[in-house]
């Protein structure tokens, strides 16, 4: 069996213990930081996620693979960081309010930071307010990259993108929104800069957008 192959299957059986061993060792026989997240450790949530849906697991076996997964990240997160960390600007990441999920939202700080920008994460279930006083605190900041995974806190995108309008940045930052269940057509809807569909996607897109 692969390494990356076994990389999945810590994280879908929860193995917290092994996850940094397995990692680092793929990184010495060579893989790359991003295939051992693209290959072996997203698409091990993703399948729980499936079985989640599917009632085949619950929240504890979910928070377990979760954990797994934030351990293995922070094993490759060295090897992401280039020396150009923060030359490309500032970027306040967060996820909306009334929302919990960070974990692909940490995925996407994670490729920014490694793309350049220096990341400003203000954690999860962030309001817009917060997000407007921490611009006011990083005028610098170029990008406000916000996620959200639940139909129900979409509307909380919405929220942000207006009151950073109203707050006068609208021709000052940019911002990104992404999560499951958004899409194109909802970040125009709501008059949002960009909208990514995965983490890769969204680290060139912020590149694109301060070029
Ligand atoms: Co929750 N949850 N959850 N959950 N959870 C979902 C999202 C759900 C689809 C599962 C389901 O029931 N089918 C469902 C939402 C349904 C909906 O609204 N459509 C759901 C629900 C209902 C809930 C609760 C309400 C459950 C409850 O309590 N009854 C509750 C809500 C809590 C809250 O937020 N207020 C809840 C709680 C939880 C846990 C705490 C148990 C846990 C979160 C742990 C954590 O994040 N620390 C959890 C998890 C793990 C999931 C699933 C299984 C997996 C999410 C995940 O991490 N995926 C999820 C089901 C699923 O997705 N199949 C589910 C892996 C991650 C890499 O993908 O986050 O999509 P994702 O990120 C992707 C892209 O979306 C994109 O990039 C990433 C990949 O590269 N992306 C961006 C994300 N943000 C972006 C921002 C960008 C660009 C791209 O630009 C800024």
């Given at each position: 069996?692969?390494?990356?192959?076994?990389?999945?299957?810590?994280?879908?059986?929860?193995?917290?213990?092994?996850?940094?061993?397995?990692?680092?060792?793929?990184?010495?026989?060579?893989?790359?930081?991003?295939?051992?997240?693209?290959?072996?450790?997203?698409?091990?949530?993703?399948?729980?996620?499936?079985?989640?849906?599917?009632?085949?697991?619950?929240?504890?076996?979910?928070?377990?693979?979760?954990?797994?997964?934030?351990?293995?990240?922070?094993?490759?997160?060295?090897?992401?960081?280039?020396?150009?960390?923060?030359?490309?600007?500032?970027?306040i990441?967060?996820?909306?309010?009334?929302?919990?999920?960070?974990?692909?939202?940490?995925?996407?700080?994670?490729?920014?930071?490694?793309?350049?920008?220096?990341?400003i994460?203000?954690?999860?279930?962030?309001?817009?307010?917060?997000?407007?006083?921490t611009?006011?605190?990083?005028?610098?900041c170029?990008?406000i990259?916000?996620?959200?995974?639940?139909?129900?806190?979409?509307?909380?995108?919405?929220?942000?993108?207006?009151?950073?309008?109203?707050?006068?940045?609208?021709?000052?930052?940019?911002?990104?929104?992404?999560?499951?269940?958004?899409?194109?057509?909802?970040?125009?809807?709501?008059?949002?800069?960009?909208?990514?569909?995965?983490?890769?996607?969204?680290?060139?897109?912020?590149?694109?957008?301060?070029?």
């Amino acid at each position: 069996m692969s390494r990356i192959s076994e990389i999945t299957i810590a994280v879908e059986s929860g193995k917290q213990k092994l996850i940094e061993e397995l990692v680092q060792e793929a990184l010495d026989d060579g893989e790359s930081p991003n295939a051992i997240l693209d290959k072996g450790m997203v698409p091990a949530m993703m399948s729980v996620g499936e079985k989640f849906q599917k009632n085949e697991v619950f929240v504890p076996e979910l928070l377990l693979a979760a954990k797994t997964m934030k351990k293995g990240v922070e094993i490759i997160r060295p090897h992401l960081s280039s020396d150009a960390l923060g030359k490309m600007g500032k970027v306040i990441i967060g996820t909306v309010a009334g929302d919990l999920h960070d974990i692909g939202k940490n995925l996407v700080a994670l490729m920014i930071e490694a793309a350049g920008f220096e990341v400003i994460d203000l954690g999860v279930d962030v309001s817009p307010a917060k997000f407007v006083e921490t611009l006011k605190e990083h005028p610098d900041c170029k990008i406000i990259a916000a996620s959200a995974l639940l139909t129900t806190t979409m509307n909380s995108l919405k929220n942000t993108v207006d009151e950073v309008h109203a707050a006068g940045y609208k021709d000052k930052v940019k911002i990104m929104i992404g999560g499951a269940p958004v899409t194109q057509e909802y970040a125009d809807k709501i008059h949002a800069d960009a909208y990514t569909p995965d983490a890769g996607s969204a680290a060139k897109k912020a590149i694109e957008l301060v070029s």
